[in-house]
């Protein structure tokens, strides 16, 4: 159930809805909300914020927690100051926050198949009484890697239909599942497709903003950037994970377990890979940067300056350690407790 400015949303009840239908589609769903006139106010002031650079080498003892791509984590205002992701070009960052008690959620989606059993895995610690929270949720990332223009010069997605791309899909499945639980989700934000995209000179599509923070205590959203030192701890081994949980068929249709709310550890979850997942590597690693970038990203004009280099980094960590029980002994969770605001050890 979705509420936008605390009433209940429906696509008839917004004067841009260009559906003559009586069946909701995702689609229309989708596109209703995007030009409901609230959110594109909260668009257009999440654009107007300035983005904050998030550094661990900061002279700071705020607890930070950050997830990468297909995790989540959920966290307690009592023990986290911020929560955050970035990266995010064609995926979404979504973020549910309990109003009562302040318990937020944070996951870094990057496929439809994960959102149905992935918003469930989210909303197990935040909502505990049925289906009377209350729940403010923000979506961003997603940029419009498909566009055309309208006559009137706008810059909308194409239909469902015809849509090629990989953000308008995930945003479409978000909002469709938003819609048909029983919870009361009230969109805040809603800054995806078009509202998250620039185009260069040249006319290539680029996000304005990868990444975001969340105030816990607040529930206020900035967006973010984080530099190598904040993406934290293990930061090899998750990424791996991310591209190897696809060979894993214990992780099908799952976000991947990162993050322990109760004690603020990363009890970061094992995933198994195979041979083949090496064979892959050896292959790719003769390529020269560039053919990397268009072979093993989704969105390569959108990617950061060091998207190439992050992956070396991994294929080499895989290259010396190719058994998964190397990074996984025994196959347990690698677990990191916090020794002070941002710095972790190993347990």
């Given amino acids: 159930m979705i509420f ?64 990468f791509q297909r995790e989540y984590a959920t966290v307690d205002s009592a023990l986290v100051h911020y929560v955050g992701t970035d990266e995010a070009t064609t995926c979404v960052g979504l973020v549910i926050r309990n109003r009562r008690n302040g318990m937020t959620s944070v996951a870094h989606l990057d496929s439809p198949t994960i959102v149905d059993i992935g918003l469930a895995q989210m909303l197990s610690l935040v909502v505990h009484n049925g289906f009377d929270s209350e729940l403010d949720v923000h979506l961003i990332g997603g940029f419009d890697d498909v566009t055309h223009k309208h006559a009137n010069g706008s810059s909308v997605s194409q239909s ?110 094992p995933c198994c890979w195979t041979v083949r997942k090496l064979r892959i590597i050896m292959t790719l690693q003769h390529l020269s940067d560039a053919e990397i970038l268009v072979r093993c990203s989704t969105s390569p004009s959108a990617e950061a300056p060091d998207f190439v280099e992050t992956l070396r980094r991994q294929w080499n960590h895989l290259i010396k350690q190719p058994d998964w029980r190397q990074s996984f002994p025994k196959k347990q969770a690698r677990v990191f407790e916090r020794i002070a605001g941002r710095d972790w050890k190993r347990c």
């Fill in 160 to 269: 469902h239909a015809e849509l090629d791309g990989y953000s308008f899909p995930l945003c479409a499945k978000i909002i469709e599942t938003l819609w048909r639980r029983q919870e009361k989700f009230h969109i805040q934000t809603l800054f995806v497709l078009g509202h998250n995209t620039k185009q260069d000179s040249r006319g290539n599509a680029y996000p304005i903003f990868t990444g975001f923070l969340v105030e816990t205590s607040t529930g206020s959203l900035i967006p973010a950037s984080f530099d190598r030192t904040s993406r934290c701890p293990d930061e090899i081994v998750r990424r791996i994970r991310v591209t190897s949980c696809y060979e894993d068929a214990s992780w099908n249709g799952k976000l991947l377990e990162t993050y322990d709310t109760q004690t603020d550890r990363f009890v970061i979850a």
């Fill in 4 to 67: 936008v400015g605390g009433l209940p949303f429906s696509t008839e009840s917004s004067s841009s809805s260009s559906s003559s239908s009586s069946q909701r589609s995702e689609s229309d769903t989708l596109f209703s909300l995007v030009e409901h006139p609230i959110l594109v106010s909260a668009s257009q002031s999440f654009k107007s914020t300035q983005e904050r650079k998030v550094s661990a080498l900061d002279d700071s003892d705020l607890k930070y927690v950050y997830i």
